[in-house]
């Protein structure tokens, strides 16, 4: 059974405008000039098995993410110059532990799925993250999902426990922290910090003003929490090259299991 431990995003860049003859080896050899590397995933469309031209890499810390972003963007491999990008700090105020764990998840899902799906229930912090096999792409089962706020959640978990989605009965359920002290978001001392957070501190009212509109998902009503239109969602795994400037925060990587 899958470990429901949410990953460390934060040491998480995104990297685009890559050459075909770019490889996950290629990529993380380079990025080891920058700080230790835990994962490289570069998404491969499903019926060609290339790359889409990103990917996604995860070091050891934050600090070594923040140096290959000084040190690695616009470096050119194979004579095109790479972007390396992190998801903006303004996230981390929206960020409160209400992070789900969506188990038994069907392979056809991805994360462009699971935030139409989820989206219904309030504002996502973070794009969905998908855990998924180093070699061969795969899902492997499980993802999680960031609400900014614990209502949200409880609803998402309400209405979605044991129901389908493609093919199969997912799970749904609060994920446990990455402390690995074995505890789960949601606790009421999370809670109430969250709650003192939310009168100290200004919850921005514009910050993705500018994103396209989203369609609900089947069956649900669009609720935004505070008003705050949600961030545009991910493309499908095989959608085009050249990916938003925001990382995705999951997995996709192995070691955020």
């Known amino acids: 059974m899958a470990q429901q ?3 460390n995003q934060e040491a998480t860049i995104y990297i685009g405008n890559l050459d075909d003859r770019c490889s996950e080896s290629l990529v993380w050899e380079l990025m080891l000039q920058a700080g230790p590397v835990v994962n490289v995933h570069l998404p491969k469309d499903r019926v060609t098995q290339t790359h889409q031209s990103y990917g996604f890499v995860e070091f050891l810390t934050e600090e070594d993410a923040d140096y290959a972003i000084k040190i690695m963007n616009q470096v050119r491999l194979y004579g095109k110059p790479i972007r390396v990008n992190k998801a903006t ?3 981390k105020n929206l960020d409160v532990g209400a992070t789900l764990f969506i188990g ?12 139409d799906t989820f989206s219904a229930f309030g504002l996502i912090v973070h794009t969905p993250k998908i855990s998924r096999d180093p070699e061969t ?4 089962g499980f993802g999680f999902i960031s609400f900014d706020n614990f209502e949200s959640a409880d ?3 309400d209405a ?4 389908y989605l493609m093919n199969k009965q997912i799970t749904v359920s609060y994920a446990f922290k990455k402390d690995g002290k074995g505890e789960k978001h949601g606790s009421a001392a999370e809670r109430l910090l969250a709650a003192e957070a939310r009168k100290n501190v200004q919850m921005p009212n514009r910050l993705y003003s ?14 935004y929490a505070g008003g705050v239109r949600p961030p545009p969602p ?3 795994m095989g959608g085009p090259a050249g990916y938003p400037n925001m990382v995705y925060t999951s997995q996709q990587y192995p070691a955020w299991q």
């Open 89 to 91: 700090s303004d996230k």
């Open 155 to 157: 609803a998402a978990i």
């Open 160 to 163: 979605m426990e044991g129901q």
């Open 137 to 140: 792409g795969g899902v492997k």
């Open 104 to 115: 038994n998840l069907d392979p056809e899902v991805d994360e462009k799925m699971l935030y």
């Open 210 to 223: 500018g994103g396209p509109a989203m369609a609900p998902a089947i069956g649900a009503t669009s609720v």
């Open 5 to 7: 431990i949410e990953r």
């Open 234 to 236: 991910p493309p499908p």
